[in-house]
């Protein structure tokens, strides 16, 4: 499974963008790039996807590094609500026992100051 | 539009004890997935099913965890004997089978072996 890397920890405070990055050297050409979040007590919540161009979603954006090695998620106006650990996650599309697996890491802990 | 149903949300047993975990997908989701999350740590894949077949279990121990998708809807992740590692929070998901898709997760049901 292709792999990524994520800080262990961000903060941010209210109201202010949030630049949440995501190291995937070993991207192959059929893997999306996935973001989840996953609040306290809750189960991982999906926030947005994409293959190639970058993406827009009422959630967030993600912005994909023009060699795929790299991408960005920004939340755009952090609220305490968006006080999370955020995934990012390969999702391979080629075909086999691999294809739609979603592996998660340990993400990163993002927190929101009032 | 309900979202993925577990149940229990909270189980306490001693070790040695069986238990077991329910999971009912969206309603059209033919893919489900079991995912294992321990404490501080990003959710880990058990067993992946397409409809009733299951597609990918290599990481499901299988000397004490089974699990079954009757009729490719509903599903049941047992553990027999429990262990204390057995400690964790068990998520189901389920989505549509296209690799794009976003996966739907449950709450998750927090099992705790005394």
């Known amino acids: 499974d292709a792999k990524t890397t994520q800080p262990n920890s961000m903060e941010s405070n209210e109201e202010e963008p949030v630049h949440l990055p995501c190291n995937h050297s070993t991207i192959s050409g059929t893997d999306y790039i996935h973001w989840y979040r996953q609040l306290p007590s809750q189960g991982p919540e999906y926030v947005i996807h994409g293959l190639t161009s970058n993406v827009n979603n009422r959630m967030a954006s993600l912005a994909i590094a023009e060699d795929r090695k790299s991408s960005t998620l920004i939340l755009h106006r952090a609220t305490l609500r968006d006080a999370a650990v955020y995934y990012c996650i390969l999702r391979d599309s080629a075909g086999g026992t691999s294809y739609g697996k979603l592996t998660f890491g340990q993400g990163t802990i993002l927190t929101v100051h009032p | 539009e309900a979202g993925v149903v577990q149940s229990p949300r909270y189980k306490i047993i001693e070790k040695k004890q069986p238990v077991a975990f329910w999971c009912n997908p969206i309603?059209?989701?033919?893919?489900l997935y079991w995912y294992r999350q321990n404490l501080g740590q990003g959710p880990e894949l058990l067993i992946r099913y397409e409809n009733e077949e299951a597609v990918d279990d290599s990481q499901l121990p299988k000397d004490r965890f089974s699990a079954e998708r009757l009729k490719g809807v509903d599903s049941t992740l047992k553990i027999q004997p429990a262990e204390l590692g057995d400690s964790a929070v068990y998520l189901c998901a389920s989505s549509l089978r296209e690799s794009g898709r976003e996966l739907f997760f449950g709450e998750g049901s927090r099992l705790t072996v005394l």
């Open positions: 309603s059209g989701h033919n893919t």
